[in-house]
């Protein structure tokens, strides 16, 4: 595993991140105010830096590795609907 992905297993065992699933159930259950708000505070810092680089490597090789006990993250940072919403240019 390179350094740069060993660095985002951690980031990803030590940030929990809630509001990457919090926003998912809000888009589903159509409350924008509150999917709004979680994705405000997905990109405050410090967490925003974690967060952009969790996007990054869930499409590099290796991801499922990197990811291997964060399934339900992977799925979330893989979503397009979930890039599209909180990734600027996707």
Do not use: Y
Not at 33 to 47: G, H, L, V
């Amino acid at each position: 595993m390179e350094a740069d992905s060993a660095g985002i297993a951690i980031a990803v065992s030590n940030h929990r991140l809630p509001g990457r699933a919090q926003w998912r159930v809000a888009v589903d259950k159509g409350d924008l105010e509150d999917a709004a708000d979680c994705a405000a505070t997905i990109w405050e810092q410090p967490t925003a830096d974690v967060v952009h680089a969790m996007f990054h490597q869930a499409l590099a090789p290796g991801a499922e590795d990197v990811f291997a006990d964060e399934s339900e993250a992977l799925a979330l940072l893989r979503d397009l609907e979930v890039r599209t919403a909180l990734l600027p240019g996707t």
